[in-house]
């Protein structure tokens, strides 16, 4: 992803002033002041393991953040109180990719219709490739809480694998690992007589470094927290 947005970042004329990787050969090492001296916005896709570690390390300097990465959600309230105690801005997403977050309005819509048709029952999937290290996916997660919010017959979300029958307040979303797949979720409505189903195909990690670039420019000039609902009110009203 770093090297997919640096890329994209240089073609759309922004600069990169500092690429942070202690396991990158020729890369700075360290998240401090010096380092991030001539900085506008820091754009972190790392791991669930070190990103509260470097949200505090660039708060600390005053610097505004784009988060991507995944599978530290639960800890949201820490978060959100260092970004008051040090006055950025910040904005997070489990995907920045447009098309998807244009998806999950289309689920939204679709949840409301057929929570109005008792016939149908829903069901999803992900796929991912075999490097990704969390699973389910927050794509995955973000996409489960739009179904289970407006969906009245649906009130708990699985992800593990199921050995017994489901539920019928349950819906099952599945995550699959390996290849090279960039991301692939389908939500299904199933009924005796048909199935319709809601699918989103990433072909490359482009649609995910545009949409942290675009998420860069939103919040480089803001206070507060923010999420990728905020980026796409302020896209669509343009």
């Known amino acids: 992803m770093g090297k997919t947005i640096e890329n994209l970042a240089k073609e759309k004329g922004h600069e990169i002033k500092v690429i942070i990787d202690p396991l990158c050969e020729g890369c700075v090492k360290e998240i401090n002041e010096e380092t991030l001296k001539d900085v506008e916005v820091c754009i972190d896709f790392t791991h669930p393991s070190v990103i509260l570690d470097n949200i505090k ?43 998807v977050n244009a998806f999950f309005r289309m689920i939204e819509n679709a949840a409301k219709i057929f929570n109005n048709l008792e016939d149908y029952d829903c069901l999803a999937y992900e796929l991912h490739h075999k490097m ?14 739009i179904l289970i919010d407006n969906l009245d017959k649906k009130d708990k979300l699985v992800y593990d694998r199921l ?9 099952h979303f599945a995550s699959v690992r390996g290849g090279s797949i960039s991301g692939d979720h389908s939500i299904l409505f199933d009924s005796n007589a048909d199935t319709i189903e809601l ?10 470094a545009s949409g942290s670039l675009l998420a860069a420019e939103f919040v480089a000039d803001k206070k507060g927290f923010f ?3 905020d980026l796409m009110n302020n896209i669509i009203k343009r």
Request: aromatic share 6%; charged share 25%.
């Open 57 to 99: 390390k660039i708060a600390s300097v005053g610097k505004n953040i784009v988060v991507g990465t995944t599978g530290w959600y639960n800890q949201m309230d820490e978060v959100k109180k260092i970004v008051e105690e040090n006055n950025i801005g910040l904005i997070w997403s489990g995907n920045f990719s447009i098309g």
């Open 132 to 145: 990704k290290a969390d699973s389910p996916s927050g794509t995955t997660k973000m996409m489960g809480k």
């Open 163 to 171: 050995d017994r029958k489901i539920e019928d307040n349950e819906l």
């Open 199 to 208: 699918r989103h195909t990433a072909r490359s990690r482009c649609g995910f």
């Open 227 to 229: 999420n990728i609902n």
